[in-house]
């Protein structure tokens, strides 16, 4: 009925940017805190690697255990969505150049992989 002129391009505009990526580093991070408490000095002893390295790490997180696996398992969740919604403007845009490219989608799906493993052993090895 109404014909506008106003073009509607913030939903493939917010999925550009490299927000995604920033969050689901967090959520590494944290992660990476939180299982090096306990998991991965198992993990490299187990293999025969020195775990001397990270015990400092280790001292520091044990003392914030559970505010890690918070901000770990919500930065991740957040990266999933915001990478799924990435995945969807990749289907309903018709203008390329506003999406986020293919390696930096990768990039984000290896990122809450490798998040996702490292809060598991973390949150395991309590």
């Keep these: ?3 506008s002129s106003i073009k509607v391009t913030s939903y493939a505009q917010t999925t550009n940017s490299p927000a995604a990526i920033l969050v689901t580093l967090v959520g590494i991070a944290a992660a990476f805190a939180l299982a090096s408490i306990q998991a991965l000095p198992m993990a490299f002893t187990s ?7 990270i015990a400092g790490l280790g001292r520091i997180a044990a003392d914030n255990r559970t505010p890690l696996l918070y ?3 919500v930065s991740l969740a957040v990266g999933a ?3 799924w919604f990435q995945q969807q403007a990749v289907h309903a845009s018709y203008d390329r150049n506003l999406d986020a490219s293919p390696g930096l989608r990768t990039l984000t799906f290896l990122g809450l992989a490798l998040g996702a493993v490292l809060l598991l052993a973390g949150a395991s090895c309590v």
């Design 1 to 3: 009925m109404y014909q």
């Design 81 to 83: 969505a915001m990478l």
């Design 47 to 53: 293999m025969g690697f020195g775990s001397g390295w």
């Design 71 to 73: 901000i770990g398992g």
